[in-house]
């Protein structure tokens, strides 16, 4: 089986809010993860073995060898009052009720200079923002910044796209939404690394290789994404950090005049929110982090976990299909079913199927990519029955339609840039799962493990760091933001991306958290269809009660 030659955690699940609309999390490199023995053990198709879905077990799951995150000095640095004290340029944009502007930040904190202006020590970031209504006060709660993670997940498009839509009135009166594209991000001096028939074929490369010569074909192919990363992307790629990120949200906070950054951050979205508590645990308002991750887990600890995640997530969908007598992986059980799967990957590796495209057939890669996707959120588990069973008969177009979504493939064949930026963040984020590929391949029995279906394509997918051209800047480490308000840090029990025990390990870290577990499945739980959980996230954001610690919602 392979899974898709991009990074650690890309965009979330689908968000179905009171309007409609859609966000999305962190996936990645392939999504990989390792599993704890109690978590594997724990992937049985008992609900009530579930592992890690007692909220008082939070904190147990933490890294023991992380370091602890140091905040930054309260004051702001003299050389860097340039750029808290810039004016914006706002001008009109996309929807009507929105406008846009440009924020410059340094693009090396160690060395900002002192002119926002230059362009070469500085990177231009796009903000979105609702308009003031005219002849109306400013919204009570100032701003609001939100991203729907990735990383690499555009924060513009989300917030005039969906969360305009999908956010409960109530609360979009109450602040202004704010989305900001990170730096290389979208619209702020994107990461670039392949041309689009370049990423065509680089999302085919099989990821399950069986022999020497497809395992130099998958090393190689990481290899040349990542110097086309440094090619095209150039100083830039050095400089793409979480940390530099959530310095550039203070930069934002400050120039839009709130003494404090409200914020909700889905998937990687709380990866950067956490961050940012972190460092500004003083200047950390009301903060939901939806989707936990953990900062404390190295880079091979978290791609083994994600891959336990997804199977658990795989289970709850045969557990769904096998109930149908037209289940596409038949009707004996769960087990079988995972067996029919993995036999289905193996007829396209050995006979990619075709598609409604004469130039594109569905290789083994794409057909694992496309499973993967609809794990995201179980309302999409009809369109992957229904893409299973085409693929049965030999039609191997909606399984290419479910990867192109995930890939960010438009029907021109142009990639949006989230495939780029994810890597470029996570290399950097952390060191590598894997130095090289005979450590990927001695780590294979334990993805296994982790996953019968999916273990072999995702462990060989973390390998993607390790030929990376930029060295990390980072390293796991404990986030206690301690001084932050409140923060609430939700976990569904059933997450693929973001196995629940990582907003157990997060909340366990931060001083002030407030555990909010969703006992259900998909990517994420705010406006996915729990009032619970809605009642209880609005109820923060408008009125800064936070719910009790443990609270779970059915």
């Given at each position: ?23 999305r ?27 890690g ?55 090396d ?99 399950t ?56 951050g ?6 950067l ?37 997804f199977d ?11 109930k ?42 794409l ?10 959120d ?26 192109d ?23 950097l ?60 840090v ?11 025990r ?34 209880a ?18």
């Amino acid at each position: 089986m392979s899974q898709p030659p991009a990074s650690r955690i890309r965009y979330g699940g689908e968000s179905r809010g009171r309007s409609g609309g859609r966000s999305r999390g962190r996936l990645g490199s392939a999504a990989v993860l390792m599993a704890t023995a109690l978590l594997l053990s724990g992937c049985s198709d008992d609900d009530s073995s579930e592992p890690g879905t007692d909220p008082s077990a939070k904190g147990t799951h933490a890294g023991a060898d992380a370091s602890p995150l140091e905040p930054l000095p309260a004051k702001i640095p003299d050389e860097l009052r340039p750029y808290y004290e810039q004016k914006l340029s706002w001008h009109d944009c996309g929807p009507a009720q929105f406008e846009c502007a440009t924020l410059r930040v340094p693009l090396d904190y160690d060395k900002p200079g002192d002119d926002p202006a230059d362009d070469a020590a500085t990177a231009g970031l796009a903000v979105t923002r609702t308009k003031q209504q005219r002849g109306k006060k400013p919204p009570e709660g100032g701003s609001l910044q939100v991203n729907p993670g990735g990383p690499g997940g555009s924060a513009i498009e989300y917030v005039q796209q969906s969360v305009a839509l999908a956010y409960p009135q109530q609360v979009r009166e109450h602040y202004t939404l704010v989305g900001m594209d990170p730096r290389g991000v979208g619209r702020s001096e994107p990461v670039e690394c392949l041309g689009d028939k370049q990423m065509d074929a680089y999302t085919r490369v099989d990821q399950t290789p069986d022999d020497a010569s497809e395992t130099d074909a998958l090393t190689a192919a990481y290899e040349k994404f990542a110097k086309g990363c440094e090619k095209r992307t150039g100083k830039l790629l050095g400089h793409v950090s979480t940390v530099e990120a959530a310095r550039d949200m203070d930069v934002l906070r400050g120039v839009l005049g709130d003494r404090k950054l409200n914020y909700v951050g889905a998937s990687y979205g709380t990866y950067l929110g956490a961050t940012y508590a972190g460092l500004f645990p003083e200047r950390s308002g009301r903060l939901v982090l939806d989707g936990a991750m953990d900062p404390s887990l190295s880079a091979r600890r978290i791609n083994r976990e994600q891959t336990a995640g997804f199977d658990t997530a795989f289970k709850a969908f045969a557990r769904d299909c096998v109930k149908m007598s037209d289940c596409p992986l038949g009707t004996d059980g769960v087990q079988q079913a995972g067996e029919k799967l993995s036999a289905l990957f193996a007829r396209v590796d050995r006979d990619p199927l075709k598609t409604d495209d004469p130039a594109r057939t569905l290789t083994e890669s794409l057909a694992t990519t496309g499973v993967i996707r609809a794990m995201y959120d179980e309302g999409s588990w009809p369109v992957l029955r229904e893409a299973l069973t085409a693929a049965g008969k030999g039609d191997g177009a909606p399984l290419l339609a479910l990867s192109d979504d995930y890939f960010e493939r438009g029907p021109d064949g142009e990639y949006s840039n989230i495939m780029y930026a994810n890597p470029a963040v996570n290399c950097l984020d952390l060191p590598p799962a894997f130095s090289d590929a005979d450590a990927a391949r001695k780590a294979l029995p334990s993805f296994e493990k982790a996953s019968p279906v999916f273990g072999r394509g995702f462990a060989w997918a973390a390998l993607n760091c390790a030929e990376w051209p930029v060295e990390p800047t980072g390293a796991p480490h404990r986030i206690a933001a301690k001084g932050a308000d409140p923060i609430v840090v939700v976990g569904t029990t059933r997450d693929p991306a973001t196995p629940y025990r990582w907003a157990q390990g997060l909340a366990g870290q931060l001083s002030s958290a407030r555990l909010l577990t969703y006992k259900g499945d998909g990517h994420t739980a705010y406006l996915r269809g729990s009032d619970c959980v809605d009642k209880a996230v609005d109820a923060y954001l408008l009125q800064g009660k936070p719910p009790k610690d443990g609270t779970t919602c059915g």
